[in-house]
């Protein structure tokens, strides 16, 4: 299944709550996605990606596998552009954000200048 495609289900499955998960891949190519719980206190309004997948996905980097290139969550009731509280949460480690609010996926890239839009290439679409 195409990588942003897998993003869009998981997003209308999630909903109401917004879903998470890493983005594994090369550079700005997005090869697949690891989703993860969103263990976030409020996961309507923010998401926070299950720990353990997260350290997982890195290990398995470090041993030769996918490069952990960034995250996706959805916003279930806004638009596909970072918010004030993925504002909040930049670290300027140039990782690319996928958004996804309804049938709508952005890509950015978390810059120590703040979110800058970039262009991603997926496999399969």
Same mark, same amino acid.
């Given at each position: =299944?195409?990588?942003?495609?897998? =993003?869009? $289900?998981?997003?209308? /499955?999630?909903?109401?709550?917004?879903?998470? &998960?890493?983005?594994?891949? @090369?550079?700005?190519?997005? $090869?697949?996605?690891?989703?993860? %719980?969103?263990?976030?206190?409020?996961?309507?309004? @923010?998401?926070?990606?299950?720990?353990?997948?997260?350290?997982?996905?890195?290990?398995?980097?470090?041993? &030769? &596998?996918?490069?952990?290139?960034?995250?996706?969550?959805?916003?279930? @009731?806004?638009?596909? %552009?970072?918010? %004030?509280? #993925?504002?909040?949460?930049? @670290? &300027? $480690?140039?990782?690319?954000?996928?958004?996804? %609010?309804?049938?709508?996926?952005?890509?950015?890239? $978390?810059?120590?200048?703040?979110?800058?839009?970039? #262009?991603? /290439?997926?496999?399969? #679409?």
């Amino acid at each position: =299944m195409a990588v942003i495609q897998r =993003m869009l $289900d998981e997003a209308a /499955r999630a909903h109401p709550a917004e879903c998470c &998960g890493l983005l594994l891949g @090369t550079g700005a190519r997005i $090869d697949a996605l690891r989703p993860a %719980a969103n263990v976030a206190a409020e996961p309507g309004r @923010t998401f926070e990606v299950e720990p353990a997948v997260l350290l997982a996905a890195h290990r398995e980097a470090r041993a &030769g &596998g996918p490069e952990v290139i960034g995250y996706y969550h959805s916003h279930p @009731t806004a638009n596909p %552009a970072p918010s %004030a509280t #993925d504002r909040e949460h930049s @670290t &300027g $480690d140039l990782r690319i954000w996928a958004i996804i %609010a309804g049938r709508q996926v952005a890509f950015w890239r $978390d810059t120590v200048n703040g979110f800058e839009p970039v #262009d991603c /290439r997926a496999s399969g #679409d």
